[in-house]
């Protein structure tokens, strides 16, 4: 990781200097457990920051005035560590910040950089708990709120699958997580007029490395074109249940899996073998053909050989999202800059338009439905087919 230099953030004014580059500074801190089981995640939501700030400043800054210096700190996935975090940031100068890769690190980075007068944007978490009303006045959250990634998994899954009959559940040991099961299988039960039975139903710890137990208890039986495996889990937590229920043969005994948290990284980790898994969260970078999003994933793909997923996404947008209320404010001053995200509006990759609102703090922006499915011939060894982008909801 590259820790910023020593320039002083929060001048307003300013501007190019004789080679019409911008002269000042504006130091934007990025919050996320660079190592550890979730990793993985918050380097491709850290390169979508790395991205953003390369394009802005390589068109003169924000505003023509302020060139972004990203200072990215390791919270190691702990929430305990959010004060220690926030504190190091504002010793270097840092009053502006995003990251936040669960809901539970959302809320104690929210709350510890409040102490320290600076605006953070949860980019990842989905809770919402944690907007409408803001739990502290200087967060906002641009992931999507659970509550609608789960409507449309299970809007599509009653359209895609109206025969399975039985879902078996695994979550993360989170509310949103399990939250996720209860409002996707109250859509599908709305779409499709009868009731839903559930199997077997599992919560594990987010940190949780092994599944082995609840594979082992796991055993569908029966017709599989009538039993489905829903997953609210996302990165290590899918990698280790897809690695470790490979030998038992659970996967193929499903006529669908379907999952809310993000499945790309596991997806591309196992090389074109990923199991078909109907997913749904804020992106896909197949899903859409906008100019802005075919910029962003050219200058992802250029920065890293990759792809770039909903993680990077989220980084990608929050940066814009701040370079957005910079703009608008006229100033880097976190007072000002907090004004500004209040009904702000901007356009993402996906063509679909985010609006902040003025007194949830939550950046509504839509959500995407997808398959992934290993393809050796597809870009880093998955395809991506089935898209329904999904609007904000007015």
Known sequence: MTMAGALLLGACGGGSDDSGEASETVKIGVVLPFTGVQATIAELEGQGARVAADLINADGGVDGKWK??????DDQLDPGRSATVMRDLNDQDVSLAIGGQTSDLCKSSAEASQRFNMTFIGAHCTSPTLVDPPITPNFFMIGQQMPDLADAIGKGLAERYP??????VV???????RQSWDVAKASMEEELGRTIEVGEQYAVPVSATTMRNEISGLEATGDKSKRGLFLGIYGAGTTSFIQQAAPTGLIDQYGVIAQTGVYWPTATALDGTAPSIYNVHDYFYACQETEEN???VEAFEKATGEKP???AYQGYVAI????????????TDSAEVQKALEGIEIETPKGTTMTVGKDSHHGAGGVTTATLV???NAPQGVAIDDCTVVPAKK
Not at 320 to 331: C, D, F, H, Q, Y
């Open 374 to 376: 290993g393809d050796p």
């Open 171 to 177: 979550t993360y040991d989170v509310e949103a997580m």
């Open 320 to 331: 814009k999202l701040l370079e957005a209320a910079i703009t608008k404010a006229g100033s």
């Open 309 to 311: 997923d909903t993680g």
């Open 163 to 168: 025969d399975i009959e039985t879902w078996d």
């Open 294 to 296: 075919t910029a962003f």
């Open 68 to 73: 972004i210096e990203l200072v990215e700190v």
